[in-house]
């Protein structure tokens, strides 16, 4: 029998904080905690095959931020909420020294709290998300805006795949602009991060953007890696940002295996 066969049965329960209740995920256990931060409008169903490659004896976390999945609405989904959420998160589930594992708008997640939180993370591992690129103007926050004003009509069927919130379209408009406004300014947060960081690219195009748009995006990430001893690029895989926990699940899990391997924290900058 493999690790993928002993995985717990998860226990779902909705976790009270401020004005929402966040519906949160734990198989419980005393191995190394791993804990699952989502992309922007995703829910925690996108970590359905990592979790499952990695089995026991790891204790996973997942949850559904604010607005997304099966969390209720809130008055406030900034992102300073989600960092704070993630302490919440924690805390109810006794966790200490986890790793984070984060895609897209949960890389910044992780980091933000890891730098907020020195000691209290074993390491994490950002998946096509922590990219330090700084690239949103008034122009646009004004094709934000008027994208999701228009895709309004489509929640609905989104919210089934996971790239929906419950919020209003203009509510996903400024969750949107914030998240790009701050992994503009990321740069300085991996320098606050003591803990291994191991990175995981997508190399393929999605919609949104053109091959050279996310090439200038990626190689935002080359200073901090030739700078920062403790981030490592652990793989470029040949999906694309949407598709890589679905096709590259096992890399993912690789790299967490890797990370819990790893014993070590910075002393200095």
């Not at 029998?1 to 004005?19: H, I």
């Not at 008055?75 to 300073?80: E, H, L, V």
């Amino acid at each position: 029998m493999n690790d993928r066969e002993n995985t717990r049965p998860a226990r779902t329960d909705m976790l009270g904080v401020d004005d929402t209740a966040l519906a949160m995920t734990d198989t419980g256990g005393t191995g190394r905690p791993v804990v699952y931060l989502n992309g922007a409008f995703s829910s925690q169903r996108a970590w359905h095959r990592v979790v499952a490659e990695l089995g026991s004896p790891w204790r996973h976390v997942s949850y559904d931020m604010r607005g997304r999945g099966r969390s209720r609405r809130s008055s406030d989904y900034t992102f300073g909420t989600a960092v704070r959420d993630l302490g919440a998160v924690l805390d109810a589930a006794g966790i200490d020294r986890p790793i984070l594992v984060g895609w897209s708008y949960g890389a910044a997640v992780a980091l933000h709290w890891a730098a907020s939180n020195p000691s209290r993370a074993h390491g994490l591992v950002l998946v096509d998300g922590g990219y330090p690129y700084d690239w949103v103007d008034d122009n646009a926050r004004t094709q934000i805006r008027r994208r999701f004003r228009r895709a309004r009509w489509t929640f609905p069927v989104l919210r089934r795949l996971g790239m929906a919130g419950w919020m209003p379209a203009e509510e996903h408009a400024e969750v949107s602009i914030e998240a790009n406004e701050v992994m503009g300014a990321l740069d300085g947060v991996y320098d606050a991060v003591t803990c291994p960081v191991r990175f995981i690219a997508a190399s393929g195009t999605s919609v949104g953007g053109t091959g050279s748009e996310f090439a200038r995006m990626r190689a935002t990430l080359d200073p901090v890696l030739a700078r920062d001893p403790h981030v490592r690029l652990h793989a470029t895989v040949p999906s694309n940002h949407v598709t890589i926990l679905r096709k590259d699940f096992r890399v993912v899990a690789d790299a967490v295996r890797h990370t819990a391997a790893e014993d070590r924290h910075r002393t200095g900058p």
